[in-house]
Structures are given as structure tokens and as C-alpha cells.
């Protein structure tokens, strides 16, 4: 008895139904994960007070002294990534109180911070911004938003371990009313589009500080990308580009986490903790340098006490604090005590402004 035929040409029909809409489904879910970004360049941001009606006003003249920290905070989660091992709610808060310990300790006027969770689901909602202003006593901050997803899904695999719901930027924490702060966005890495959708947005954070008496202060918050030089480099000119456009008798702040090493960096490939970086040729140190400004740790230090990361075994200086000639350096150190509350340690600096300032 003969095989009855098979209906080939439903089957190839039903199976590119299904296909197509395996395909729009997946489409429409990458389209709504990797929604929610404002890309409004430049976008002004409403400063947040914390403290009470006493914190509106400026002092009646600027301070004599003024202490600045940078410090790349990894959103709470300590020294180690936690690609497939998210934190607990507690670890996270751990590390904040212990963040906001060694701010208490330090106590900085203006603090400088790179990655600064306010609503992600990695670390539990937490929002770190307010968190970290209440608990170390900032009656000012400013926040930017650079990485907004409804869904990240990284790492890859487990999904359990999904970073899922993204809400992350930077922030500047003040003792002096902040009067101004705008986000400017840096171009992106050549990836694929795709994957730039679920990509953070390396960006300058530009924040005006009433420093009393008429002075104001532009601290300009920095994080560049890690991971692609030649787009490091390009956001380093973009960086000093925007950075000359400044008011220049206005004193200033440059600072953050700008991911390369000095030219000076006798280590600059093959590190212990990252054997296939190579900055032989990163030029983003230079291209700041080449802006005049002066910089927070001694330059006749030994190289070893410059080293910022990574924070249990430092080999090498991602993190910078540089100021106009209108400030002078007083001290400038590495804050070793912080230990790994995150993989960076900050740096802390006290400065004197010009007399013809106060």
C-alpha cells in the first residue's frame, strides 16, 4: 500500500509562520528591554537637596580649603564582577554603609562617583545616590543617568543571573549648593547596533557648585570606556574639547574613573588581573594633560602609590583628579583604608583656592 504524500507546502508554510513570529516576538522583546534610554543631548537634570532650608544658601565667602574625592564605587558590589554571582540585598547594603563610612571618615566636600546604581534590579533598587547622600551627610546631589534598560540580559547565562531592570549613571555629592547639572554624551564603541542598545553611555557629567561669595566651582565627573581604546581615546578629545570651552578664570574640577594608564605606567599590557589588556599606546592621559591642568597626587610619587586598581592588589592608576591653576594641591593621596568596598579605591585631595578667589 502506498505512503500517503505529506503536505509539504503546508509544513514549509506553517514552519515559516512560526519562524516569523518566533522571530517578531524576539524582536519586540529586544525593542522593549532595551528601551527607556533619554538620549537628549545636552540634558539638564534637576540637583536633589537632602538637607534642611540652611543648605540652600552658600557660605558668604568661599573656604579657604576644599577636599575632593573620585572614587568609582561599582555599584555596591565589592571587588569581585559579579557576572553569573549577583549580590544579595545585604552585601549591597554592606558596602554602601561601608562607602559611606569611609566618606564620613574622609569627609569630603564635593565627591566625585562612577558607577552609582538608582533603580536596578542587580542591586535590588536600591536607590545608592540618596542612600549615600543621607547616610555620609550631603545636604546636595546630582545624578546622570548613562545606562537605562527595561531588561539586561547579562551575563548570558544563567537568565538567574540577569542584571535585568538597568537604572545606573553617575553622581556628584556636595556640601555647597549645586546650582547646575547637565549631561553631555560621549560616542559609543563600535559594536554591533545591537548590542550598543544594552550597552551603557559613556558620558561628562558637568556640575556648577556655589561655592559662596560669588564663586562658582565646575566639577566635571568622568567615566570613560574600558574596553575599546581607540573610543577612549576619542571621548578623552571630546573631553578636553569641552573642557576649554569653560568660563577660564573659573575654577574647575576634572575627575573620575577615565579606565587608562599614565604615560608614564612602567606596567602596560599583561596585567595580573587582566593579562589581555594592552595600553602600550593609549594617548587618553596625554590628551587631559595637554589641557594645563595640575594634578592631585604628587608626580615625584612612587608609582606603586598611585596605583588605584584594582583594589585588593593595585597595579596600575585608572583614577585621576586634576584642577585648575586657580587651586593649589595641599595633599593628594590614594585612600588605601577604603579596601574593597569596590574594585577602584579613591582618590582624595585637599586643595587651597587663590586668595584673589576669597
Do not use: K
Not at 30 to 41: N, P, V
Not at 60 to 76: H, Q, T
Request: hydrophobic content about 40%.
Amino acid at each position: 500500500m502506498p505512503l500517503p504524500r505529506l503536505p509539504w507546502r503546508r509544513i514549509a508554510l506553517a514552519a515559516a509562520a512560526i519562524l516569523g513570529g518566533l522571530l517578531a516576538l524576539t524582536s519586540a522583546f529586544l525593542l522593549w528591554a532595551a528601551s527607556g534610554f533619554d538620549d537628549t543631548d545636552p540634558l539638564a537634570v534637576r540637583p536633589e537637596r537632602y538637607g534642611g532650608s540652611a543648605s540652600e544658601r552658600p557660605p558668604a565667602a568661599p573656604p579657604a580649603r576644599l577636599r575632593v574625592v573620585a572614587w568609582n564605587i561599582a555599584y555596591g558590589r565589592g571587588r569581585q564582577d559579579d557576572a553569573g554571582d549577583l549580590r544579595s540585598a545585604d552585601t549591597i547594603r554592606a558596602n554602601l554603609a561601608g562607602i559611606a563610612r569611609v566618606l564620613r571618615d574622609l569627609h569630603p566636600d564635593v565627591v566625585a562617583l562612577q558607577e552609582v546604581d538608582f533603580d536596578s534590579a542587580r542591586t535590588h533598587g536600591i536607590d545608592q545616590v540618596a542612600w549615600l547622600a543621607r547616610e555620609a551627610g550631603y545636604p546636595w546631589a546630582a545624578r546622570v543617568e548613562t545606562w537605562t534598560c527595561r531588561y539586561v540580559p547579562y551575563p548570558y547565562w544563567p537568565p538567574s543571573q540577569h542584571y535585568g531592570r538597568m537604572r545606573s549613571g553617575q553622581a556628584v555629592l556636595s556640601r555647597f549648593p549645586i546650582r547646575s547639572n547637565v549631561r553631555r554624551l560621549l560616542p559609543q564603541p563600535p559594536n554591533p547596533f545591537w548590542y550598543n542598545w544594552f550597552y551603557l553611555h559613556r558620558a561628562l557629567q558637568h556640575v556648577e557648585l556655589d561655592l559662596g561669595g560669588g564663586v562658582l566651582l565646575d566639577v566635571i565627573n568622568v567615566h570613560t570606556e574600558a574596553f575599546h581604546q581607540r573610543n577612549r581615546e576619542e571621548q578623552a578629545d571630546r573631553i578636553a574639547a569641552y573642557v576649554r570651552t569653560l568660563p577660564p578664570a573659573r575654577p574647575r574640577l576634572l575627575l573620575g574613573d577615565f579606565n587608562a594608564i599614565p604615560p608614564e605606567a612602567t606596567l602596560r599590557r599583561g596585567f595580573p588581573d587582566e593579562p589581555e589588556t594592552d595600553m602600550t599606546t593609549d594617548r587618553t592621559v596625554a590628551t587631559i594633560r595637554s589641557l594645563g591642568l595640575l594634578e592631585a597626587l604628587d608626580p615625584d610619587a612612587p608609582l606603586p602609590d598611585t596605583f588605584t586598581f584594582p583594589a585588593d592588589a593595585p597595579n596600575r592608576r585608572l583614577d585621576y583628579v586634576w584642577f585648575s591653576p586657580s587651586l593649589r594641591r595641599l595633599e593628594g593621596r590614594v585612600a588605601r583604608e577604603a579596601g574593597s568596598l569596590s574594585d577602584h579605591l579613591p582618590v582624595v585631595v585637599d586643595l587651597a583656592l587663590d586668595r584673589r578667589l576669597r
